[in-house]
């Protein structure tokens, strides 16, 4: 009975508790509980096994996110993506009997359908995988840049940095998702590939049903999208699309279906392959010789390029924090390395000051502003440039670095990096089956809807990656990074990323929370922050997601903090430390997470998202 009690505590938390067994004394018979209310209860407060009891989460007044919040429970699987209808899609596979892997294959495609402002053939991406028998793995399927690509093909003749990085047919690298899909469903998915393309294909030739999200979404973007053949999908006849009709995409069904025919060869070579070649030339004048092709706003990628292409197996980065294992992506994503970075500089303060205080504030900070100075400057493709992963990683040099961290006051960036001489758009997803198995994805187009370009005839966005390199090291990018010159473009490089699939296990070695986010560099810091909150600030998983987060990337040498989310006294007090503070938008980055609760699972797509978890 003890037993009894302390589980169904767990569940439904000691008010619900102490309500429920006055119900069940008044009534003759107990009431069942429905799985309905046990998954929303339970959701509200949740009992993670492998965690200490949660604390209930104080947010300054006027916060647009309460405390206390639920997100879903599941009792065997789980997907939580930034689209409800992927994350059925993935579901839908989860419940055939497919394994994590083969739902976030099934997801990463209906992504490609359901969010075309994100979710992406046309991008590439990183997954970081748990199986239940312990064993992990990596995929790194991101863009690389065409063999065409040189160094200063973004600088112009007065020494500025373009645009032609972001916007149209110059910007895009050659894209990985579709090689990477495929080869992480040879090698860990249990079905075929056509099985779990199914949903994808089905929603893309029977049409998604048009919602405020997606008219927003289109809206805001709509001078970008006008510019290139998308506009006749998504802006019929220069229009809007109408709330609640239906989105058809029948040349992306067929793409899609000759992916799930030939396999990543329906995408690589053949009729695919031969419209993206086309659509690099469109409008391009004839002989344009390779250095200038940006500059006449002329597409780089070859038939050879895409031919190719190859994702990259790699080996998880890995570390502890706080006694829970955590497994990320390495480069040639800067996520893994950073976010432990940051959570080991973090580590030797026995425990963090009050979250929501200056001091909580100045701490975490002072780790981003740190470990984004090593990000900036080392990180990189490993292919080209040597990147010292094991020192970046290791529990003493974090050590160094956090007696740097002066107790009441900034350190100026440029003090720093004196000191460090010596030595647009993303969306994650999350999946757990019932056999334990555990996927962490984050892919992308940069920036909403990539480079603009849409392919003609095949029915996609191509990214803007390429301006995730430094087009000129020392200027910084759309995101305001300032990279160095191991991030310089080169022919073959993988651009760097802040990607941050990731995967926390429990002292006792079982998958308990997995996670990514979007928003550039802020993808780092938030996944960080939840984190900390789970693991530090003992918050349940959704005031851990919708607790105020703070951005700091070094340079430039800002204090950023979610608008509303720091009270007034906070701020003051970070002014009087030497921070310079500016509040950032709230939806620059959204997380999807997964924790593992007693019984199932808890999921959530961030409250900045409109994003679903989905499970059963
Ligand atoms: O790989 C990166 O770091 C960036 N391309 C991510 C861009 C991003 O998250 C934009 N989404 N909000």
Same mark, same amino acid.
């Given at each position: 009975m003890i037993e009894l009690h302390d589980r169904i505590a767990g569940f439904i938390g000691r008010g619900a508790l102490l309500t429920a067994l006055v119900a069940c004394t008044r009534s003759a018979e107990p009431t069942p509980v429905t799985p309905v209310l046990v998954g929303s209860l339970n959701a509200a407060n949740p009992v993670s096994e492998g965690l200490p009891a949660r604390i209930p989460a104080q947010f300054p007044a006027g916060w647009p996110y309460p405390s206390g919040g639920s997100g879903t429970f599941a009792e065997h699987a789980m997907v939580a993506s930034n689209s409800r209808l992927a994350s059925d899609a993935g579901v839908e596979i989860l419940r055939q009997g497919g394994n994590a892997v083969d739902a976030a294959v099934a997801v990463g495609f209906a992504l490609a359908v359901t969010l075309p402002e994100a979710g992406n053939i046309g991008g590439g991406g990183y997954m970081v995988i748990r199986l239940a028998d312990g064993r992990s793995a990596a995929i790194d399927y991101r863009e690389m840049a065409p063999a065409a690509a040189s160094r200063d093909m973004y600088v112009d003749s007065a020494g500025h940095v373009t645009r032609a990085s972001i916007v149209g047919r110059a910007a895009s690298g050659v894209p990985g998702a579709v090689a990477g899909l495929t080869a992480v469903l040879?090698? %860990?998915?249990?079905?075929?590939?056509?099985?779990?393309?199914i949903p994808a294909i089905r929603m893309a030739s029977e049409g998604i049903v048009v919602d405020s999200q997606l008219i927003r979404s289109v809206h805001g973007k709509e001078s970008l999208i006008r510019q290139f053949a998308g506009a006749?999908?998504?802006?019929?006849?220069?229009?809007?699309?109408?709330?609640?009709?239906? *989105?058809?995409? /029948?040349?992306?069904?067929? +793409?899609?279906?000759?992916? &799930?025919?030939?396999?990543? @060869?329906?995408?690589?070579?053949?009729?695919?392959?031969?419209?993206?070649?086309?659509?690099?030339?469109?409008?391009c004048p004839p002989n344009v010789? /390779?250095?200038?092709?940006?500059?006449?706003?002329?597409?780089?990628?070859?038939? !050879?390029? *895409?031919?190719?292409?190859?994702?990259?197996?790699?080996?998880?980065?890995?570390? +502890?924090?706080?006694?829970? #294992?955590?497994?990320?992506?390495?480069?040639? #994503?800067?996520?893994?390395?950073? *976010?432990?970075? +940051?959570?080991?500089?973090?580590?030797?303060?026995?425990?963090?000051?009050?979250?929501? #205080?200056?001091? %909580?504030?100045?701490?975490?900070?002072? @780790?981003?502003?740190?470990?984004?100075?090593? !990000?900036? @400057?080392?990180?990189?493709? /490993?292919?080209?440039?040597?990147?010292?992963?094991?020192? *970046? +990683?290791?529990k003493a040099y974090a050590q160094e670095l956090q007696k740097t961290i002066p107790p009441d006051h900034a350190t100026p960036t440029t003090t720093l990096l004196a000191a460090a001489k010596e030595g647009n758009e993303t969306t994650p997803y999350v999946v757990v089956d019932s056999q334990g198995n555990a996927v962490a994805t984050t892919t992308t187009l940069n920036s909403l809807y990539g480079s603009g370009v849409y392919v003609r005839g095949a029915g996609f966005f191509l990214n803007d990656e390429m301006d995730d390199f430094a087009s000129q090291p020392g200027t910084p990018n759309q995101f305001g990074l300032v990279q160095g010159e191991n991030n310089a473009i080169a022919p073959g490089k993988r651009m760097l990323s802040a990607m941050t699939p990731t995967i926390v296990l429990d002292p006792e070695g079982r998958v308990l929370l997995v996670l990514g986010a979007r928003g550039g560099p802020r993808i780092i810091t938030s996944v960080a922050q939840v984190i900390i909150n789970v693991i530090d600030n003992r918050m349940s998983l959704s005031d851990a997601m919708s607790a105020p987060r703070i951005h700091h990337q070094s340079l430039p040498d800002t204090l950023r903090y979610d608008r509303g989310g720091l009270d007034s006294a906070a701020i003051r007090r970070l002014q009087e430390m030497g921070y310079r503070l500016a509040p950032q938008s709230l939806d620059e980055a959204k997380v999807s997470a997964i924790l593992r609760v007693r019984g199932g699972f808890i999921g959530m797509d961030d409250p900045r998202? #409109?994003?679903? &978890?989905?499970?059963y």
């Open positions: 040879a090698r %860990y998915g249990t079905m075929p590939l056509p099985k779990v393309m006749d999908v998504f802006l019929p006849g220069g229009k809007q699309l109408q709330l609640g009709s239906r *989105l058809v995409q /029948p040349e992306l069904a067929e +793409t899609l279906r000759l992916i &799930a025919r030939e396999g990543a @060869a329906g995408f690589y070579q053949g009729r695919v392959a031969q419209q993206i070649v086309a659509e690099m030339e469109r409008g010789a /390779p250095r200038q092709r940006a500059a006449h706003a002329c597409g780089l990628i070859t038939a !050879r390029d *895409l031919e190719q292409y190859q994702p990259a197996w790699r080996t998880p980065v890995s570390s +502890t924090y706080r006694h829970y #294992s955590l497994m990320s992506m390495p480069p040639s #994503s800067s996520g893994g390395v950073t *976010l432990i970075e +940051t959570l080991n500089i973090l580590e030797p303060f026995a425990a963090l000051p009050q979250f929501g #205080s200056a001091n %909580y504030f100045h701490l975490v900070a002072s @780790a981003f502003q740190r470990a984004f100075i090593d !990000r900036n @400057a080392k990180l990189a493709d /490993p292919a080209f440039v040597s990147v010292p992963v094991d020192q *970046l +990683t290791s998202s #409109s994003g679903a &978890a989905v499970g």
